[in-house]
T-cell receptor
Framework: GESVGLHLPTLSVQEGDNSIINCAYSNSASDYFIWYKQESGKGPQFIIDIRSNMDKRQGQRVTVLLNKTVKHLSLQIAATQPGDSAVYFCAECYYGGATNKLIFGTGTLLAVQP | DAGVIQSPRHEVTEMGQEVTLRCKPISGHNSLFWYRQTMMRGLELLIYFNNNVPIDDSGMPEDRFSAKMPNASFSTLKIQPSEPRDSAVYFC????????????FGQGTRLTVV
């Protein structure tokens, strides 16, 4: 579950295109998954979450897909906008004793070209 | 609510000095997390509290690091003595333990140890 990132994966898309950001998680016991967006100089912000008993959840312009068989999570952003440019993190959440423990993945830099 | 409040926003200190980072969680939240973010290691969970009690400090890198939560509205992360490799952005986050796990992050403290 620890993140070690010498090189941050980068996804470059054109404004208006759809973006798909992928994430592999490590703990098969994780029961909750969250996508966070981090803009430069700010803390991570919640985007969307999904429980382990679901395989898809939709929000406004975003969809999260969960494949527990291969421990894979994806975030789809429709009609990507320049304001979507940020680093995106998936986080897995499992009960770590008294409260939920949130472990972050490495992160993906999304660069939206105008 | 003003969200999670961290202070200071930036800290520059000399190697060997004591550093204290401060956090005020969102009112009503009963879980508090300290994270460290670097390019090399991403977002690492250092320690988390539930109802002011430390639950898991396995992420604390060394004995030089310590964290306290004397009451529900205040937590500190102390590094003594500080070293250049401690340079990073330190985030505090809070959540409802009974919630799904969504944590709300502060703006972070950028620590530079020279």
């Amino acid at each position: 579950g620890e993140s070690v990132g010498l090189h941050l994966p980068t996804l470059s898309v054109q404004e208006g295109d759809n973006s798909i950001i992928n994430c592999a998680y490590s703990n098969s016991a994780s029961d909750y998954f969250i996508w966070y967006k981090q803009e430069s100089g700010k803390g991570p912000q919640f985007i969307i979450d999904i429980r382990s008993n679901m395989d898809k959840r939709q929000g406004q312009r975003v969809t999260v897909l969960l494949n527990k068989t291969v421990k894979h999570l994806s975030l789809q952003i429709a009609a990507t906008q320049p304001g979507d440019s940020a680093v995106y993190f998936c986080a897995e959440c499992y009960y770590g004793g008294a409260t939920n423990k949130l472990i972050f993945g490495t992160g993906t830099l999304l660069a939206v070209q105008p | 609510d003003a969200g999670v409040i961290q202070s200071p926003r930036h800290e520059v200190t000399e190697m060997g000095q004591e550093v204290t980072l401060r956090c005020k969680p969102i009112s009503g939240h009963n879980s508090l997390f300290w994270y460290r973010q670097t390019m090399m290691r991403g977002l690492e969970l250092l320690i988390y509290f539930n109802n002011n009690v430390p639950i898991d400090d396995s992420g604390m890198p060394e004995d030089r690091f310590s964290a306290k939560m004397p009451n529900a509205s205040f937590s500190t992360l102390k590094i003594q003595p500080s070293e250049p490799r401690d340079s990073a952005v330190y985030f505090c986050a809070s959540s409802l333990a009974e919630g799904g796990g969504e944590a709300f992050f502060g703006q972070g403290t950028r620590l530079t140890v020279v």
